[in-house]
């Protein structure tokens, strides 16, 4: 079927108006991939050009035509404990920063958590290596700004393919097996469920000032990327106002914090400390 075409003029009003709303820079290249992406969407409204489709967007007061076009520009992808080194740090480091703390009492916070991969693997990983798990108040805030996949990530059920690399024994403490019609998935047990707040925040247009308690580590991986260097100082910025003192940020190992200096030390690739 042919693709609907897109003007120049209409790309650039969506192109600022994705600016605006998620701080995504679109590159003058994007073009034609947002013409690609989003024909099909177009049809399925049956509505006949992208101008049509920017006032369908202004309306809809329900956000999901801005997750539809964000959608056709970045990606959702995400997988259980990706970047494995970071892992491999808070094996090694988790226990001083624990050790450290006056009150049991943990804050972290996944922004961008997407389908609910990472937010369920710092639980899993938590239970797995504090002893004294059920001695610490942890709370684990878990924020997207697309509804879609929030809802994936609030029923936490995953595919066999998801679920594939991981070690037999951690998959029967954290997962239970679901059988329907031949097809096997995996649900993340309640209790862990439980553990993880979820809620929609827009990480360049929302306030931070809604935090009252400080996180001491904040996930904020593989989103960066899709902002600009002065969106992504402002962001690296409020996180600097929302982590505690001597607390970690990871980031994808494609971003680097190099306009936050003064704010943040490397410590790791893609680890950084507050200062
Ligand atoms: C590639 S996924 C990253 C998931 C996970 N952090 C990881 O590294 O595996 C990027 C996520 O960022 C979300 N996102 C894009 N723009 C955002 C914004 N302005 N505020 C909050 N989330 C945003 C997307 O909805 C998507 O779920």
């Not at 993880?196 to 827009?202: A, D, E, H, I, Q």
Request: charged share 30%.
């Amino acid at each position: 079927m042919n693709e609907i075409k897109i003007t120049q003029k209409e790309f650039e009003l969506f192109r600022d108006y994705i600016y605006n709303e998620v701080g995504i820079a679109l590159a003058p290249h994007k073009i034609t991939l947002v013409q690609g992406r989003l024909s099909k969407r177009l049809r399925q409204l049956g509505l006949k050009s992208f101008r049509e489709y920017y006032d369908h967007m202004l309306h809809d007061r329900t956000g999901e035509e801005l997750f539809q076009l964000i959608n056709a520009i970045s990606t959702n992808v995400t997988t259980f404990f990706r970047e494995s080194s970071q892992w491999e740090f808070l094996e090694e480091n988790l226990p001083a920063l624990l050790a450290r703390k006056k009150e049991k009492r943990l804050r972290i916070w996944s922004a961008a958590c997407s389908s609910g991969e990472e937010p369920y693997s710092i639980m899993m990983f938590l239970r797995d290596h504090l002893r004294d798990f059920s001695q610490w108040d942890i709370r684990l805030l878990a924020t997207d700004i697309s509804k879609k996949v929030l809802k994936k990530a609030i029923e936490g059920v995953y595919e066999e393919k998801d679920v594939a690399n991981m070690p037999k024994t951690f998959l029967s403490n954290h997962f239970q097996p679901i059988e329907e019609a031949g097809r096997k998935r995996y649900a993340i047990k309640p209790e862990l469920k439980r553990a993880v707040l979820f809620r929609m925040f827009n990480l360049v247009n929302d306030p931070f000032t809604i935090f009252k308690n400080r996180f001491d580590i904040i996930f904020c991986r593989n989103v960066m990327i899709y902002f600009d260097s002065e969106t992504q100082r402002e962001l690296v910025g409020n996180f600097h106002s929302v982590l505690a003192d001597g607390g970690w940020l990871f980031v994808g190992h494609s971003e680097s914090l190099t306009r936050n200096k003064e704010q943040f030390k490397l410590i790791r690739p893609s680890i950084y400390q507050k200062i």
